[in-house]
């Protein structure tokens, strides 16, 4: 019930995944990425399988071989679709039998597309058309405009309910990772959300050894950006002790 892109930057290294889905929360359990490479586990998914890939990804394994590992020790493989990118730009993807059609997927250097319960396959070959003719962007901007392009030839035939967006580069910790968890339009709703937090992307990195620069809101200041933030909630004082 999912369409992905799991894919990678041949300029910068950067791997990442974006996903949208009729079920919610989809981020939180089938989205596996870390400076290593990207684990797209869905269909049924089994998160522990997706934190198994990335291990063997970390361990040296191709992606080829940690799909291999994966099926033969998986009871149900015939109810997983994967999909694998590692940080060499090597790929790898699998469609177990008993996915709901329609479900495939197409993989070649630096991405895997891939999907189920989808309108047809003019979803992945939508998916992979603006993930390759958008080379010279960012890797979190190419992902959300493939998924978009997902969405826009037909994506699920039910429609979608969440999605993400999840990137690592060299170090320990995500470089950005959003969700629209509950939406009517979730794939619109990370676009939004990607657009007002992309200039925090590289900010983040740098103050993380740099506590000294400015707060975020001078930083967006710097650079001439308006954002609107979070309002505080009134305090309703109850009546007073003794009255």
């Known amino acids: 019930m999912t369409f992905t892109i799991v894919g990678r930057c041949a300029r910068t290294g950067v791997t990442g995944i974006c996903m949208a889905t009729s079920s919610p929360a989809v981020g939180n359990r089938c989205a596996f990425v870390s400076r290593d490479g990207a684990v797209g586990m869905q269909a049924v998914a089994e998160p522990r399988l997706g934190i198994l890939g990335l291990r063997l990804l970390e361990g040296g394994y191709s992606p080829r071989m940690v799909i291999d590992q994966i099926v033969a020790s998986d009871d149900w493989p015939g109810k997983r679709q994967i999909g694998i990118v590692d940080i060499d730009g090597r790929s790898a993807a699998f469609t177990g039998d008993a996915n709901a059609e329609w479900a495939g ?85 990370l676009r939004r959300m990607y657009d007002w937090y992309k200039p925090l992307i590289p900010y983040f ?39």
Do not use: W
């Open 105 to 189: 997927h197409l993989n070649g250097p630096n991405y895997v597309a891939m999907g189920n319960l989808l309108r047809g396959q003019e979803v992945v070959a939508a998916i992979v058309e603006v993930f390759l003719e958008s080379e010279n962007e960012e890797l979190e901007e190419r992902l959300v405009r493939a998924i978009e392009a997902g969405r826009d030839a037909g994506g699920q035939e039910e429609g979608q309910t969440s999605a993400s967006l999840l990137t690592f580069g060299k170090e320990t910790f995500s470089r950005c990772d959003l969700r629209s968890d509950i939406s009517l339009e979730p794939v619109a709703d």
């Open 205 to 243: 990195l740098e103050r993380a050894n740099n506590p000294l620069l400015p707060g975020f809101k001078a930083h967006f200041a710097s650079l001439g950006m308006e954002r609107t933030y979070g309002q505080p909630v009134p305090v309703t004082r109850g009546p007073k002790a003794g009255r």
